[in-house]
Nanobody, 125 residues
Framework: QVQLVESGGGLVQPGGSLRLSCGSS????????IGWFRQAPGKEREGVAC????????YYADSVKGRFTVTRDNAENTVFLQMNSLKPEDTAVYFC??????????????????WGQGTQVTVSS
């Protein structure tokens, strides 16, 4: 059963911004490392921006460093992905996910087994 839900995707022009949200009615996200992944047509799913639980350690793919920021709002039980200076190559379906176990590799797809349905981000002029 889907326990994570993404929202906030849409169509945006290059250079624009979007903020994606990851929420859950069944999980307290503050206790989970949450990863943002994306998958473009014909490409493998890749880790984009991930935040650990506890210490809040983050990971960003080189392609998004300086442009994307992952944050938490524990009061809202929400994890955000702020995406600025968007480029056409950012176009993809974006997913949030939670790891399956305490032992996992941050932002490595195979370490995550609870996924949202995805939200489409399209960057185009």
């Amino acid at each position: 059963q889907v326990q994570l839900v993404e929202s906030g995707g849409g169509l945006v022009q290059p250079g624009g911004s979007l903020r994606l949200s990851c929420g859950s009615s069944g999980l307290f996200l503050k206790y989970y490392a949450i990863g943002w992944f994306r998958q473009a047509p014909g490409k493998e799913r890749e880790g984009v921006a991930c935040i650990n639980n506890g210490d809040g350690t983050t990971y960003y793919a080189d392609s998004v460093k300086g442009r994307f920021t992952v944050t938490r709002d524990n009061a809202e039980n929400t994890v955000f992905l702020q995406m600025n200076s968007l480029k056409p190559e950012d176009t993809a379906v974006y997913f949030c996910a939670a790891p399956s176990a305490l032992l996992f590799k941050l932002c490595v797809s195979d370490s995550y087994d609870t996924w949202g349905q995805g939200t489409q981000v399209t960057v185009s002029s």
